[in-house]
């Protein structure tokens, strides 16, 4: 079956930096996909990764690993407007979208 | 308008009742999308409408009917549903939804609880 495990919530402090990890399992590769999701509102698209390596987008950054079925997020200089729940989704071989349950990133003053 | 809109933002609705929900894209997609979305579960893909012709059906319930009259609107007629379809339903677009790169932009959702 096809699986995207990331952990349910993490705490992290203001102006630190935090790494969010996703691993997945799935038939094929297409792209990975992070989205940031504050309660009550839409996702909003982050990044996409396709190759592995660092995509950094100011104060985030995604990585890839194809070989190892490894993602993360990482974000700096945490703010308060960044606790949200963060998704992992992974394209596979039929282009649809598998994505995992979230990660509820809360932020302490 | 800009982005996707969904109305009713929340819906209540007994077990015996008929609604509907209506999503709208401002973006000139081609795909648009309804998800189920259930406290700390993935979201689940239900149905996936690429040029107005339905192209995925995740073994949806029946009670679940979408309808795609243009690229534009989408909308999901909901009947004798049960409590546990109470959830997030989220409505999405993309500019394809049949292969390559697919950025895919969320309306803010309807919040529906079934009693």
């Known amino acids: 079956g096809q699986n995207i495990d990331q952990p349910t919530e993490m705490t992290a402090t203001e102006g630190a930096i935090v790494q969010i990890n996703c691993t997945y399992q799935t038939s094929g590769f297409n792209g990975l996909f992070w989205y940031q999701q504050h309660a009550g509102e839409a996702p909003t698209f982050l990044s996409y990764n396709v190759l592995d390596g660092l995509e950094e987008k100011g104060r985030f950054s995604s990585f890839l690993s194809r070989s190892k079925g490894y993602s993360y997020l990482l974000l700096k200089e945490l703010q308060m407007k960044d606790s949200a729940s963060y998704l992992c989704a992974v394209m596979d071989s039929n282009y649809q979208l598998i994505w995992g349950a979230g990660t509820k990133l809360i932020i302490k003053p | 308008e800009t982005g996707v809109t969904q109305t009713p933002r929340h819906l209540v609705m007994g077990m015996t009742n008929k609604k509907s929900l209506k999503c709208e894209q401002h973006?000139?997609?081609?795909?648009m999308y309804w998800y189920k979305q259930s406290a700390k579960k993935p979201l689940e893909l239900m149905f996936v409408?690429?040029?107005?012709?339905?192209?995925e059906n995740n073994s949806v319930p029946s009670r679940f009917s979408p309808e795609c009259p243009n690229s534009s609107h989408l909308f999901l007629h909901l009947h004798t549903l049960q409590p546990e379809d109470s959830a997030l339903y989220l409505c999405?677009?993309?500019?394809?939804?049949?292969?390559?790169?697919?950025?895919?932009?969320f309306g803010p959702g309807t919040r529906l609880t079934v009693l």
């Open positions: 999405a677009s993309s500019q394809d939804g049949t292969g390559g790169y697919n950025e895919q932009f």
């Open positions: 409408y690429s040029l107005e012709e339905r192209v």
């Open positions: 973006l000139g997609h081609n795909a």
